[in-house]
Every structure is written in structure tokens, then in C-alpha cells.
């Protein structure tokens, strides 16, 4: 393969073949850059850095997101406050003079793209797009349409989906980009059918669209839906899609079937224009398929970016008896030679690192010496962040029998997600009443990339607890396989394929009550993981191994990207313009 693809540098007068086109709300591409705020953007990230590595012809388009998420800060007793995140995007960027623009409430809004780009392993490119509204010659109003992720009212969310969509639809030709397939992470991005159906009219209005180029777009898109949380699929009223999008638009979409429920309804936007259709686990392509039954959804399950979420110390283990893996990750798999002490001194200096940052980030003091428990992800009600606490007396007697215990919690709520945050108070306030001198607990403020991985890297245990089906894949589990840290998880999203008993971690049993699932979990603690750490270590040591032989070497995005790749991009036909494109005959 070349080492440059045949998109670099573009001529804005020259249309330049490049076929995939990615598009997500948030990508993690820097941990500098608050361009995201969850597992979405560190999976769309590590795709790309995945994407880049395999030398797959790729550009992506998000929002600059000037203003990021929020940082997250935490007062004594638990409550959750936000202040702005603004980066640095001259320091992170190329500003480029392609200028696209989109019909808003009426008002042309115009938008511009801030590159940045991503190098693989081998040198490979994959640029992204971060599409700005900050434009002088746009209204106030206008200009902070790419501000905050997440922020906002529902108006808000639309118009940075029009800009998302439809800037970024038409920024890609102003750039001489011509992509053959556009694939949307969540459907956030399904406004870029819009700009499709519009060039499939080649100058009718889309009054006149019908079957034919929707049939057209269709083979142009791939979908991803990420969750089976009904909120999580965007829903805008009807009175509200029309004010801001326009009749036209909005009258289009319907037609095509994207209203559900008398509301137009992205994720069937996305579903109706996508010839290929996933969930994100194997399970979760079942859930989904439940969910919408008129549609064929496949499964293609997540992965993490190994070089990017392996700590520092194994990356030196990896590189000393892997060292191909970085380009090949599946050679993970012969980690299973790995001496056991190589693993167990990796870890250690992993550990190092993460009470380091306990230090410095709430001053506790904890032992390297302790069996120490993990718990980090958005504090979303499913995610059950305080189930650990349904018996606390039974969490305390359990530090005296074993000799200490320490767990190490992170999360943010959104903004507006009230129960979210009543759940890290309640943490919060818990830690306090129960941590002494043998349970000891601390809840780190501002979870984000680095502390993630220091987090996932760090720990002893890392423990997942989410209420069934609702964790489509969830991620952090395999960054923590990935530098030899077993799970403790309820048996949903990756963890059902993961998940090999006292092999690569445990599962916590599937009960339809909450209590019996906890005790399903202080059980496996009290009777299995506990002992088999203190009094078992030379078979800890081979669970370790196992996490990253078995777990590692499959749940990343070099394979996932390479399965996108052959089941969605590129099928069949398709794949010989893929050759032809890598080549640089189309160019
Ligand atoms: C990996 C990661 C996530 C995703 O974690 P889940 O287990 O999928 O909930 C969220 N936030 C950050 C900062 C991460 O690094």
C-alpha cells in the first residue's frame, strides 16, 4: 500500500476520489482537543487512529466545538458543576479556504473546516474536518452553532445537526473531496442525506425527489446506531423541524420515511438512507433489530485503539516480545507467552501511576499493595454506579476479611441529566461514610482520556454494572484487558463475547432483580476474586495474561475497521474501486 492516499492535499478545482467519508458529532482526536465527551468520541477517535494505521482511504467531518464539553468540578459533598472548556484550535489545526453554506431558520449560514490531521503507523493520513460557523459574515446567532457539544436547547441540537450534515456534506466538495461511501457514527449525522438527495436531483428541488434518489443515496450510506436507550435517538417535533430546516426539507424526509411517531426521527433518517446497518456488539445487533423491525441491522462489534490505550509500561512489554503489533494487532494474541513477571512489574507501574493521580487529584494516599477496583464511565442512570453500595455492610466486612480494599470511581453527568448527578452524589456521599482505614474509596473529578487511561490501566478489577440490554458495547472494559486487567461485569454489550469464567474475568449472574444481582456480585468478590488474588497469585497472574492474549489481540479497532472495511465499505463490487482508489488510479 502507499504510503500517502490519493487524498492528500487536494486541489479545490480537481475532484478527488476518496472513498469514505466518516461523520460524527464527537471524535476524540487529541486528548488536548474537547472535541468529545464520552465512549462515542474515544470510539469514532480510535477508529480513525485505527483507520490510519491500515492505510484506509478516510476523511472525517465533526464540529470544531470551540467551547468543548465541560470540565467537571466536584464540591466536597458531591454536587457536579460545569464550567466551559474552550482549546486552543489555532495550536491543533489548519484553517481551510473552502467554504460550504446551509439554509438555517431561513438563513444562510456559513461554515468553514479546521483540519487536523491523524497519522497512522505506517504514515498513512486520514484528516479530519472540524466544521466552523465562527464567521464574521454569519448572524451572531450563527456563530456559535459550533461552540458546545451537547449544549444547548433541542433548537440548538438541530441546527448543529443541519451544520454537521449538510456543511459537512458540502464542505467535503468544496474541498474537491468526492467520497463513494458516507458512513454516519450515530445519527446525529443523517442530515447529510439531505445534501445527498440534493445532488442526486442534479437541479429538480427536492419536492421532486422520489424513490429514485433515495434509492441513489442508499447506496452511498452505512449506519451505526450506538444505543438502545430511546433517548438517545434524536427526536425533533414536526412545527420545529419545518422552522429550522424548512418545509421542503422536512416534507422530503417524510416521504422517505424518517418521521416515526409524528416526529422526525434521525436514527430512521439514517435507517431509511443506509444499504448496510449495525449495532455495535453482537447483542446489541439483536436489540437493535427488535427495535426496528423493517430494517436488516447487522453487528459489528466495538474496539479501543491498542497503542493508544495500552499504559506506558506494557507498550515497552508489547514492543519487547510483540513487535509487530502495533501495525498488526491480532499478534496480541501471543502475549500468552509473555513471562508472568514481566506482566505483574508492568501492572505495578501501571498502579504507580494511577495513585500518583489520586494523589494529585484528591490527595488520598492509596497502597499499591491493595486490591483496588475501578469504576469509570458517564454517570448515566443504566450504568448503576452505585450498586456496589446495595449492602454496604457487607462491602465493609469484606475490606476487614481480606485486609483493605480500595475503589477508585470517575464519571461526569450531562448537564442536564439530574439523576446522573444524583447518583455521584450519592457515591460521593457514601465514600465519605464508609471509607476507614481498610475500604478505602475516592471519587476523581473530571473523568476524560488521560485519567481513563491511567484509570482502566491501573486498577486491579475493573467493574461494569449496567442494567440489561442497555450497554450496547461499552469500551472501557477492553482498555483494561489490554494492560491485563480483568473484569467483573453483568454479562451485556462486548462482555457476552468477551466474558470466558475465571479466564479473562467473571460475569456478575443475570437476575431480574436489582438486590440479586448485587449479591451476584459481592458473592463472585467474596468467594472467587478476592481469594483467588490473595492466595492464588501465580493463577491471577494467568488471568492477567489471558485478559490480553484472548481479549486484547479481538477488541480492537484494527480489527473492527478491517470488519467495516470487507462487510460495509467495500462489499463485493465495490471493492475492486477500493483497489483501484488505493492504488491511485482513480486519483
Ligand atoms: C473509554 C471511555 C469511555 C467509554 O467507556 P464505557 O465503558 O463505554 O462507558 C468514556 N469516557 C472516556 C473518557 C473514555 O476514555
Known amino acids: 500500500m502507499r504510503k500517502e492516499s490519493s487524498m492528500a492535499a487536494p486541489q479545490a478545482s480537481t475532484i478527488t476520489r476518496t472513498p469514505v467519508a466518516y461523520f460524527s458529532m464527537e471524535i476524540a482526536i487529541e486528548p488536548e482537543m474537547n472535541?468529545?465527551?464520552?465512549g462515542l468520541g474515544v470510539l469514532a477517535g480510535d477508529t480513525l487512529r485505527a483507520a490510519a494505521d491500515l492505510s484506509i482511504p478516510l476523511v472525517a467531518v465533526t464540529l470544531a466545538h470551540r467551547r468543548g464539553y465541560f470540565r467537571q468540578l466536584l464540591s466536597p459533598e458531591g454536587v457536579q458543576t460545569e464550567v466551559e472548556q474552550p482549546w486552543p484550535t489555532d495550536a491543533f489545526t489548519e484553517m481551510e479556504p473552502a467554504r460550504a453554506t446551509v439554509e438555517i431558520e431561513g438563513r444562510a449560514v456559513h461554515v468553514r473546516a479546521l483540519r487536523h490531521d491523524i497519522h497512522g503507523v505506517t504514515g498513512h493520513i486520514v484528516?479530519?474536518?472540524?466544521?466552523?460557523?465562527?464567521?464574521?459574515?454569519?448572524?451572531?446567532?450563527?456563530?456559535?452553532?459550533?461552540?458546545?457539544?451537547y449544549g444547548g436547547d433541542p433548537d440548538y441540537?438541530?441546527?448543529?445537526?443541519?451544520?454537521?450534515?449538510?456543511?459537512?456534506?458540502?464542505?467535503?466538495?468544496?474541498?474537491?473531496?468526492?467520497?463513494?461511501?458516507?458512513?454516519?457514527?450515530?445519527?446525529?449525522?443523517?442530515?447529510l442525506t439531505v445534501a445527498l438527495v440534493g445532488r442526486a436531483l442534479a437541479g429538480r428541488t427536492l419536492a421532486q425527489a422520489g424513490n429514485a434518489e433515495f434509492g441513489r443515496v442508499r447506496e452511498q450510506c452505512v449506519f451505526t446506531t450506538h444505543t438502545p436507550v430511546p433517548a438517545g435517538h434524536d427526536r425533533f417535533g414536526m412545527e420545529q423541524a419545518c422552522r429550522i430546516l424548512g418545509h421542503d426539507t422536512v416534507g422530503m424526509l417524510e416521504r422517505a420515511g424518517g418521521c416515526h411517531e409524528g416526529l422526525l426521527n434521525m436514527t430512521y433518517v439514517a435507517l431509511r438512507f443506509s444499504r448496510f446497518v449495525n449495532g455495535v456488539a453482537m447483542q446489541h445487533g439483536i436489540v437493535s433489530q427488535q427495535m426496528f423491525p423493517g430494517y436488516h441491522i447487522d453487528a459489528i462489534t466495538n474496539g479501543v485503539h491498542a497503542a493508544t490505550w495500552a499504559?506506558?509500561?506494557?507498550?515497552?512489554?508489547?514492543?519487547?516480545?510483540?513487535?509487530?503489533?502495533?501495525?498488526?494487532?491480532?499478534?496480541?494474541?501471543?502475549?500468552?507467552?509473555?513471562?508472568?513477571?514481566?506482566?505483574?512489574?508492568?501492572?505495578?507501574?501501571?498502579?504507580?501511576?494511577?495513585?500518583?493521580?489520586?494523589?494529585?487529584?484528591?490527595?488520598?494516599?492509596?497502597?499499591?499493595?491493595?486490591?483496588?477496583?475501578?469504576?469509570?464511565?458517564?454517570?448515566?442512570?443504566?450504568?448503576?454506579m452505585d450498586l456496589l453500595f446495595t449492602d454496604s455492610a457487607r462491602l465493609v466486612a469484606m475490606a476487614k476479611k481480606f485486609g483493605g480494599l480500595q475503589v477508585v470511581y470517575a464519571g461526569k453527568a450531562h448537564p442536564a441529566d439530574e439523576p446522573g448527578k444524583a447518583k455521584i452524589k450519592r457515591v460521593i456521599e457514601l465514600a465519605h461514610q464508609l471509607s476507614d482505614g481498610l475500604l478505602r474509596i475516592v471519587y476523581l473529578e473530571n473523568y476524560e482520556w488521560k485519567l481513563g487511561g491511567l484509570l482502566t490501566a491501573g486498577v486491579d478489577l475493573w467493574l461494569n454494572t449496567p442494567k440489561r440490554p442497555y450497554e450496547a458495547s461499552g469500551t472501557s472494559g477492553m482498555k483494561a484487558a489490554l494492560n491485563g486487567v480483568p473484569s467483573l461485569s453483568i454479562l451485556?454489550?462486548?462482555?457476552?463475547?468477551?466474558?470466558?469464567?475465571?479466564?479473562?474475568?467473571?460475569?456478575?449472574?443475570?437476575?431480574?432483580?436489582?438486590?440479586?444481582?448485587?449479591?451476584?456480585?459481592?458473592?463472585?468478590?467474596?468467594?472467587?476474586?478476592?481469594?483467588?488474588?490473595?492466595?492464588?497469585?501465580?493463577?491471577?497472574?494467568?488471568?492477567?495474561?489471558?485478559?490480553?492474549a484472548l481479549?486484547?489481540?479481538?477488541?480492537?479497532?484494527?480489527?473492527?475497521?478491517?470488519?467495516?472495511?470487507?462487510?460495509?465499505?467495500?462489499?463485493?463490487?465495490?471493492?475492486?474501486?477500493y483497489i483501484a482508489a488505493e492504488s491511485g488510479v482513480l486519483a
Open 35 to 38: 472535541t468529545y465527551s464520552g
Open 127 to 149: 484528516p479530519v474536518y472540524l466544521l466552523d460557523t465562527d464567521l464574521e459574515e454569519n448572524d451572531l446567532r450563527d456563530r456559535t452553532l459550533t461552540d458546545r457539544l
Open 492 to 548: 451485556d454489550g462486548w462482555w457476552i463475547e468477551g466474558w470466558i469464567e475465571g479466564v479473562t474475568g467473571w460475569a456478575i449472574e443475570d437476575r431480574d432483580e436489582e438486590g440479586a444481582e448485587a449479591d451476584s456480585l459481592y458473592t463472585q468478590l467474596e468467594d472467587v476474586i478476592l481469594p483467588l488474588f490473595h492466595t492464588q497469585p501465580e493463577l491471577w497472574r494467568r488471568v492477567m495474561r489471558s485478559a490480553i
Open 551 to 577: 481479549n486484547g489481540s479481538f477488541f480492537n479497532t484494527q480489527r473492527m475497521v478491517e470488519q467495516y472495511t470487507l462487510n460495509a465499505y467495500f462489499p463485493q463490487a465495490a471493492e475492486t474501486e
Open 311 to 384: 499504559s506506558e509500561p506494557f507498550l515497552a512489554v508489547f514492543d519487547r516480545h510483540v513487535p509487530r503489533w502495533r501495525r498488526d494487532n491480532v499478534t496480541l494474541r501471543y502475549a500468552i507467552d509473555i513471562p508472568e513477571s514481566e506482566i505483574i512489574e508492568a501492572h505495578r507501574a501501571a498502579k504507580q501511576l494511577l495513585l500518583d493521580a489520586v494523589v494529585d487529584g484528591c490527595g488520598e494516599q492509596l497502597s499499591l499493595d491493595v486490591f483496588t477496583i475501578g469504576f469509570a464511565r458517564r454517570a448515566a442512570t443504566y450504568k448503576r
Open 157 to 191: 441540537r438541530l441546527r448543529q445537526e443541519a451544520v454537521l450534515g449538510l456543511g459537512g456534506a458540502r464542505i467535503l466538495l468544496a474541498l474537491g473531496l468526492e467520497p463513494s461511501v458516507y458512513h454516519m457514527n450515530e445519527g446525529h449525522a443523517a442530515l
